[in-house]
Structures are given as structure tokens and as C-alpha cells.
């Protein structure tokens, strides 16, 4: 189960740099999708994968081995 609460807190803290982000759970996997949401999105203010796991984490209450994180431009949906 994802904590409401952490997930509101990453929304605003992403949108804070131009991103959205959308969270689903689904037969144990929780499936992260970073995206740009604002052409102006800070390029810059994305942590690396690794480190944005650790982030996710702890925000969402969910193991990092179960996160699947895609990252803006990590697939075909651009």
C-alpha cells in the first residue's frame, strides 16, 4: 500500500521543477512514471535513478525492488 500522504509530497515536489508523476500498483509492482509536464522542466533537478529509488522509497513506504521507474524519454510514449 502506497502512502497518500509521501506520494502528494512528491507530486508537488516534481511539479516544483516541470515534472508529473504518475504511480500505479499492480501484483506486487509499483510502476513510477516520471514526466515532463512543463517544457521548462529543470533538466538538471532529476536525481539519478538510483538515488530517486532511494527517494521513492521512503516516500511511497514501498520496497526499491519493487519500484519500476521510468524516466522522462526512457520509452516510445515522448
Request: overall charge negative; proline content about 6%.
Amino acid at each position: 500500500m502506497i502512502d497518500q500522504t509521501g506520494l502528494a509530497a512528491m507530486r508537488t515536489t516534481l511539479a516544483a521543477d516541470g515534472y508529473a508523476l504518475d504511480v500505479a500498483e499492480e501484483g506486487g509492482r509499483v510502476a513510477v512514471r516520471i514526466s515532463v509536464a512543463d517544457p521548462a522542466a529543470c533538466a538538471d533537478c532529476l536525481a539519478p535513478e538510483p538515488i530517486m529509488r532511494g527517494i521513492l522509497h521512503q516516500s511511497l513506504g514501498v520496497p526499491e525492488q519493487v519500484i519500476d521507474l521510468t524516466y522522462p524519454g526512457d520509452d516510445d510514449d515522448r
